[in-house]
């Protein structure tokens, strides 16, 4: 086994692992802690990829951003440091046959397909190549994902509001 | 980008500026106040003259051989024109059924009017998409303003139930199909829908389709997809589940038509199979579901599922009879969905909306029209003759027997007839003597030009149907 491959089982393992914290812990506090590792595991699959610049902006938006809004969510919510809440109902064995299930297709599928490898080397990630290629061939998604946006923030500003 | 990059998008980009005139304006009128209290319809007219304009952009473009812009990402061809037609008719009579409601429920009307033409231009992009990653990202400008729009009533818990449920569902189904697209990049090098008909058939792609209809098969409600659909629909406020439970259908159903029939034909075999099978369990669920139900929202969800079925057998289909056929249906289907609602938006029991069957009762003779055009919708949905329902289920049966597939067109027809026995039971309701006296109607000029819009188109499209269907034909000319 090549010293990527371990790489990537170990990532994978930290990444699942501190997931399965996330869904299952009941202590709120913990499952948001426990989002660190994961989005730090899907980092390092990303620097395996040689995705460096996806690779830090997933350490700053996600790991660094995110959770910390997360975890001031948490506290500036009345009890939330403390609340407990059981995170699994009685439908939680369906649930786990279906991912388990789920899972061993798409294991089976990943092996039996014949991997193509195409010749010549990945393109250049650089923060360069990416903004041209917003502003290029991916204008209109681009300018779509801002109109997501605004629908996000108008959604947020209309049920959060005060009442009058 | 270039100029013809943008001409081919105006219809889209007149959506979006009148949602964010509607925007300012609010705000304009609002001042420093937290909540809103123009109530006036001036957002609900900018709505419609940005809809309108929409219209006039889409019409004044001669209908032609297909354009494809920015950088092949984008395509205006015939499927497009029709797709662009049935969003905007949605969102027309979306816009001009709701202001009676919004003013008796004070909902925000800026914000209201603004989120349903992005949820417009969403479908529209979706219609659009020559690439998986603007289907992916038409999909979710569409869904994004539906989970608000479900939320919107903040004083009902309901509605905000209904929100909640809605986004932590939609965002899974998405993941799915966020999913679907990396898989079938895997296996096919490419995100171009074009492209995907020569790649290599390999197992990963057909995982990888099965996740994108996980996608799609959510937001239009099809079994086993559809659990959320009951649920959200009775929460929402009414305006918003009359709007969602057409426009979504429009989006879902454009980006299957872009995905099988146009894109993967060589794999009918496979997704033929797949999709039928899905077809017959959503219609039969669903209207056995639908009839066991009390509430009209419920019903009409449901009824929704069924007629998620009905449509999906075009797609199973495939070749350009059955795309001209969903084409066709998911025109009748915003006529005569909004229709039923638009009459149900006209009703009222005791300052709340009056959602129950039994709330119908009588109103014959407190509202002749408005109980004919719900009666002309209900006979409609059912698929009955001389409406535009019959005509519709017609094509898609058609289809396929053409395909070959006499077990699919056998069970749309039996469980049709189930279905003539719930909504019928509305209609005659509707049509009875004896009054409901807790319930008022409210009459609005804006809300009786949208039913007698939504009517029309019902019976047009039953009766003459032979400018459409030369229409939706001519969309599919380029099918294989």
Redesign the interface.
Known sequence: MSGEAIAFYVLAAVTLGSGVVVVTSPNVVHSAVALVPTFLGVTGIYVLLSAEFVAVIQVLIYAGAITVLILFVIMLTEGGTGIRARQRNEQGAIGAAVAAAMAG??I???V???W?R?PGTLPTYTPGAIGQSFL??????FE??S??L???L??AI??A???? | ?TWA?LSL?APELAL?AAACAA?LQDAWATGP???SRSRGPAAAWIALGGVCAALLLLGVRPAGAAQVG??G??VRDGITRVVDLAALAAAGLGVMLSPPYLERFRL?AG?YH??LL?ST?GAM?MGASRNL??LF??L??LS??L??LA??A?RSRRS?EA?LKYLLLGAFATAFFVYGVALVYG?S?TADLSRLGRA?D???L??GVAFLVIGLGFEAALVPFHAWAPDVYEGAPMPATAFMSVIAKVGAFAGLLRLFPQALPQLAPAWGQMLAAIAVATMILGNLAALAQSNVKRLLAYSGVAHAGYILIGIASGGPAGSSAVLYYLLVYVAMNLGAFGVLLLLERRGEEADRVEDLAGLLGRAPWAAVVLAACMVSLAGLPPTAGFIAKLYLFRAALQDHRVALALVGALTSVVSVYYYLRVASVALSAGAADAVAVRHSRFAGVGLALAAAGVLWLGIVPGAITALVQQAVQALR
């Open positions: 297709l798409l089976a599928v990943a039996r397909t014949p193509a195409l290029g061939p991916n204008l209109l998604v779509g994902t109109v997501v605004l629908v996000s108008v959604g209309v049920i509001r005060k009442e009058e | 980008m990059d998008i979006a925007l106040a937290l909540e920015f950088a990402m984008y925000p914000e603004a989120l992005l231009a992009l990653v603007l990202l038409g979710e400008m994004f303003p989970y608000v939320a919107l903040r905000q929100g296996a090098g290599p390999v197992p990963l057909h995982a």
